[in-house]
């Protein structure tokens, strides 16, 4: 049984493998839970890095995929061919809309810049109110701690509102953090940062 209100999680993640162990096992985990949770996974839609790794383990459990890639990153990204569903789209902005647009909730696992452009903007359109759906960040060993830090110093130079600090979930147990995915209601009014920093 998917988790109360969220059906397909969308899973930002790198195209490489990194050298982490602990990374490979969490994105394992991960993948299994979904599949466990019958909670479609929605992702880049590359067979390559964790990105394939996330969506070789979720269809191994018996789990659904839909995969979401650019026509022009296809050779380079080597698009996924046994998913439960591979759409070609036409950018990269045609990408993360289809795939925000899909989803009900959004994780990030450790990545690189691809990865922390797409929290960012998943966290902002939450801000100004585009998306209201929750956001969280699979914590292993402590990999998102500098920027989770950051936006606390943002907070306390008054540069970022303490409500949309709130708005990513952080956890370092796959588990933990879907639950908490699945209880999150939206609790802050977006307004421009200017209008109100009490």
Same mark, same amino acid.
């Given at each position: 049984?998917?988790?109360?209100?969220?059906?397909?999680?969308?899973?930002?993640?790198?195209?490489?493998?990194?050298?982490?162990?602990?990374?490979?096992?969490?994105?394992?985990?991960?993948?299994?839970?979904?599949?466990?949770?019958?909670?479609?996974?929605?992702?880049?839609?590359? !067979?390559?890095?964790?990105?394939?790794? %996330?969506?070789?383990?979720?269809?191994?459990?018996?789990?659904?995929?839909?995969?979401?890639? =650019?026509?022009? /990153?296809?050779?380079?990204?080597?698009?996924?061919?046994? /998913?439960?569903?591979?759409?070609?789209?036409?950018?990269?902005?045609?990408?993360?809309?289809?795939?925000?647009?899909?989803?009900?909730?959004? %994780?990030?696992?450790?990545?690189?810049?691809?990865?922390?452009?797409?929290? !960012?903007?998943?966290?902002?359109?939450? $801000? %100004?109110?585009? /998306?209201?759906?929750?956001?969280?960040?699979?914590?292993?060993?402590?990999?998102? $701690?500098?920027?989770?830090? /950051?936006?606390?110093?943002?907070?306390?130079?008054?540069?970022?509102?303490?409500?949309?600090?709130?708005?990513?979930?952080?956890?370092?147990?796959?588990?933990?953090?879907?639950? $908490?995915?699945?209880?999150?209601?939206?609790?802050?009014? =977006?307004?421009? %940062?200017?209008?109100?920093?009490?």
């Amino acid at each position: 049984m998917a988790s109360a209100g969220i059906h397909r999680v969308c899973v930002f993640c790198a195209s490489s493998p990194g050298s982490d162990p602990a990374v490979t096992e969490a994105t394992v985990a991960l993948g299994r839970l979904l599949a466990e949770r019958n909670i479609e996974l929605v992702y880049g839609g590359g !067979a390559v890095g964790l990105m394939g790794l %996330i969506a070789d383990t979720v269809m191994e459990a018996g789990g659904s995929v839909i995969g979401v890639i =650019p026509d022009g /990153l296809f050779p380079d990204e080597v698009g996924h061919q046994g /998913l439960t569903r591979l759409e070609t789209v036409a950018s990269m902005h045609a990408r993360k809309a289809r795939m925000y647009d899909l989803a009900d909730a959004f %994780i990030a696992l450790p990545g690189g810049f691809g990865t922390l452009e797409e929290l !960012a903007e998943t966290l902002t359109w939450n $801000q %100004i109110g585009l /998306l209201a759906k929750p956001v969280g960040v699979l914590d292993v060993g402590r990999f998102w $701690q500098p920027l989770l830090s /950051l936006f606390d110093d943002m907070v306390d130079r008054a540069i970022l509102k303490s409500t949309n600090r709130s708005l990513v979930f952080d956890d370092p147990d796959p588990a933990r953090l879907l639950d $908490q995915l699945a209880s999150w209601e939206r609790s802050h009014d =977006p307004k421009w %940062i200017g209008e109100d920093l009490a």
